[in-house]
């Protein structure tokens, strides 16, 4: 099985030795100055959580409470230098960002958008080195990685970071190979060098377009004293007609879990259909779990690790649990109100293993809403307002109604 899946990068790079180009983007650079930017984001956010049924799935403050609400804003600002011109070229990326809180009572805590020790504001600023040869990019210090086995969230008012080395090489037309090893991971509510305790996190892997309507990927990472994980993807899109078309996504984890972890094995695995109608998308996946376990992830890979079609509120990710999604998107550019997109979905699973045997199950209903201002003063502000109800039988989890709304104002100064 493994000869089979590194079998897909061989091929990538054997495609790709004649598309090598004559140009690199090192012999390129304009400069440290010249090729630099900035840009930034002033974001507001309202999470709301309530536990239904007077269930109690928050600790403030000793104490377990079932409703938590958070409201707050943030400002962040993303430096990204140039590169200096020679064969080798240097440079410098640097991250500030605080967040703020505009409304939450003591005993209302509980979704993680402020610091742990009830401060109400937080600033942190960090900054990584790089050099560059060719197309291959060497990356060290605080770096904000996404990738399906490393991959930062960006859920709250500010993103989780990682401090490490990453390389990066597009060396091939249409082939992307990264390594890198992370030693520290910084949560989002908090300032600290190491909040989320890391230890170290090592990641291999890479993405090959075999052309526009077809990609492959293969990962792997080695979280220490947790798991080794292994992820594959495949990605077709097949036009039928004008404005029509279908799309195929595949994805799939292995993971083997370390003793002192509690041991055992995980597969995940999802495949979603998407047909596109115009304006119109429909989305049907099937999702499902194996092994020993469920599918853990969060604490060392980051919040955004989980690259599935059912992770929603609930994630669909428990022990045995199989799931199904069907959603609806539209695009509502086409009825002469561009900007504005609306999502629905309706995830249903069963055969969750629980102490009484394979008879859990979990529901969840998602709705979004987004609009993007397209020009004027204002160009890309936009509003996003979701929700889900979520509800499983007592045995797997607790009934839970979730709102969380975004106010976003982008603005690139370089």
Do not use: C, H
């Given at each position: 099985?493994?000869?089979?899946?590194?079998?897909?990068?061989?091929?990538?790079?054997?495609?790709?030795?004649?598309?090598?180009?004559?140009?690199?983007?090192?012999?390129?650079?304009?400069?440290?100055?010249?090729?630099?930017?900035?840009?930034?984001?002033?974001?507001?956010m309202y999470y709301n959580r309530d536990a239904r049924n007077?269930?109690?799935?928050?600790?403030?403050?000793?104490?377990?409470?079932?409703?938590?609400?958070?409201?707050?804003?943030?400002?962040?600002?993303?430096?990204?230098?140039g590169f200096t011109q020679g064969t080798v070229g240097v440079g410098v990326n640097a991250y500030a960002g605080t967040l703020f809180q505009l409304d939450t009572g003591t005993g209302r805590r509980g979704v993680g958008m402020f610091?742990?020790?009830?401060?109400?504001?937080?600033?942190?600023?960090?900054?990584?080195?790089?050099?560059?040869?060719?197309?291959?990019?060497?990356t060290y210090g605080s770096q904000m990685p996404s990738l399906p086995v490393l991959a930062y969230d960006d859920g709250r008012l500010l993103p989780e970071t990682f401090e490490g080395t990453m390389i990066t090489s597009t060396e091939i037309e249409g082939l992307e190979l990264n390594a890198g090893r992370f030693t520290a991971q910084n949560a989002m509510n908090q300032s600290g060098g190491d909040s989320a305790s890391l230890k170290s996190i090592d990641v291999a892997g890479?993405?090959?377009?075999?052309?526009?309507?077809?990609?492959?990927?293969?990962?792997?990472?080695?979280?220490?004293?947790?798991?080794?994980?292994?992820?594959?993807?495949?990605?077709?899109?097949?036009?039928?007609?004008?404005?029509?078309?279908?799309?195929?996504?595949?994805?799939?984890?292995?993971?083997?879990?370390?003793?002192?972890?509690?041991?055992?094995?995980?597969?995940?695995?999802?495949?979603?259909?998407?047909?596109?109608l115009g304006a119109h998308g429909f989305i049907f996946a099937h999702q499902r779990n194996t092994g020993d376990?469920?599918?853990?992830?969060?604490?060392?890979?980051?919040?955004?690790?989980?690259?599935?079609?059912?992770?929603?509120?609930?994630?669909?990710?428990?022990?045995?649990?199989r799931s199904w999604q069907?959603?609806?998107?539209?695009?509502?550019?086409?009825?002469?109100?561009?900007?504005?997109?609306?999502?629905?979905?309706?995830?249903?699973?069963?055969?969750i293993a629980t102490g009484a045997g394979d008879d859990g199950k979990e529901h969840e209903f998602f709705n979004q809403v987004k609009y993007v201002v397209q020009d004027g003063a204002a160009k890309d502000l936009s509003f996003r307002l979701r929700s889900s109800v979520l509800r499983s039988n007592s045995e797997v989890g607790t009934d839970t109604n979730e709102v969380r709304a975004y106010i976003e104002y982008p603005l690139s100064v370089l």
């Open positions: 099985m493994q000869v089979m899946k590194w079998s897909v990068i061989a091929l990538a790079v054997a495609a790709g030795t004649t598309q090598i180009a004559m140009a690199s983007d090192q012999s390129e650079s304009k400069g440290f100055v010249e090729d630099s930017s900035l840009s930034l984001l002033a974001r507001s007077g269930a109690q799935r928050n600790f403030v403050n000793g104490k377990r409470v079932g409703y938590s609400e958070e409201w707050g804003g943030s400002a962040r600002a993303i430096f990204e230098s610091p742990e020790n009830e401060g109400k504001d937080l600033t942190i600023a960090n900054a990584a080195i790089k050099a560059r040869i060719s197309n291959t990019v060497l890479g993405s090959y377009a075999f052309s526009d309507d077809f990609s492959a990927a293969l990962y792997w990472s080695d979280l220490e004293d947790r798991y080794e994980r292994k992820y594959a993807n495949l990605n077709y899109n097949l036009a039928l007609a004008e404005e029509q078309s279908l799309g195929f996504d595949f994805n799939i984890y292995k993971s083997d879990y370390d003793r002192q972890f509690g041991g055992g094995d995980n597969t995940i695995w999802s495949l979603a259909t998407k047909y596109t376990r469920g599918f853990d992830y969060g604490v060392g890979d980051g919040g955004g690790s989980i690259f599935v079609a059912n992770s929603f509120l609930s994630d669909f990710n428990l022990e045995d649990q069907a959603s609806y998107e539209l695009d509502m550019a086409t009825f002469g109100v561009p900007g504005l997109s609306l999502k629905t979905a309706y995830i249903w699973s069963d055969n």
